[in-house]
T-cell receptor, first 113, second 116 residues
Framework: NAGVTQTPKFQVLKTGQSMTLQCAQD?????MYWYRQDPGMGLRLIYY???????DKGEVPNGYNVSRLNKREFSLRLESAAPSQTSVYFC????????????FGDGTRLSIL | AQKITQTQPGMFVQEKEAVTLDCTYD???????LFWYKQPSSGEMIFLIY??????QNATEGRYSLNFQKARKSANLVISASQLGDSAMYFC?????????????FGAGTTVTVRA
């Protein structure tokens, strides 16, 4: 099925470890996003990529880096994980100009001990 | 300041009845979009419905309709004929600005529990 694929689905890290969350979409969308969801809260934008080759900070970018590897893939990296980054991470994509985010990945549950 | 406010943390509704989920928003932009998403207990985010600020008609998608009251800055979601599978968390979200703005602001969500 077409959509947004995130890997891994679950991950446990120790404080200070690094890891990369992967996201790929097969809908030829130009724009991709990374959000985090904390308990009792809506999603908050970490970074987004309006088009291939561009990335911009969202609401909560500190502690994260991103790479728009190509049109399909947008990865999120935690260089030195902290317990405050324990969250569920969602990747999403949309067509440029449509501004309508219909497609989210299934999420990555990340726990940092 | 909160851009999206959902004042109902949780609601119960009887199967086959309609339910209205409240959402108010705050923006000074003339061009914006309003969204509703569903998040079942399995965790995925499911797009339900979209309303543009210039759309004159209220958006509808099957059993979902968006009651858009621009002057009151409200965008309530109405689910008609509730089903057990409608039990989930529902999020209201807003995109502000024009074509160069890609950011969605989300509310805190409303949990809906449908009773048989």
């Amino acid at each position: 099925n077409a959509g947004v694929t995130q890997t891994p689905k679950f991950q446990v890290l120790k404080t200070g470890q690094s890891m990369t969350l992967q996201c790929a979409q097969d809908m030829n969308h130009n724009s991709m996003y990374w959000y985090r969801q904390d308990p009792g809260m809506g999603l908050r934008l970490i970074y987004y990529s309006a088009s291939e080759g561009t990335t911009d900070k969202g609401e909560v970018p500190n502690g994260y880096n991103v790479s728009r590897l190509n049109k399909r893939e947008f990865s999120l990296r935690l260089e030195s994980a902290a317990p405050s980054q324990t969250s569920v991470y969602f990747c999403a994509s949309s067509e440029a100009g449509a501004l309508l985010i219909r497609h989210f990945g299934d999420g990555t549950r990340l726990s940092i001990l | 300041a909160q851009k999206i406010t959902q004042t109902q943390p949780g609601m119960f509704v009887q199967e086959k009845e309609a339910v209205t989920l409240d959402c108010t928003y705050d923006t000074s932009d003339q061009s914006y979009g309003l969204f509703w998403y569903k998040q079942p207990s399995s965790g995925e985010m499911i797009f339900l419905i979209y309303q543009g600020s210039y759309d004159e008609q209220n958006a509808t998608e099957g059993r979902y309709s968006l009651n858009f009251q621009k002057a009151r800055k409200s965008a309530n979601l109405v689910i008609s004929a509730s089903q057990l599978g409608d039990s989930a968390m529902y999020f209201c979200a807003m995109r502000e600005g024009g074509s160069n703005d890609y950011k969605l602001s989300f509310g805190a969500g409303t949990t809906v529990t449908v009773r048989a």
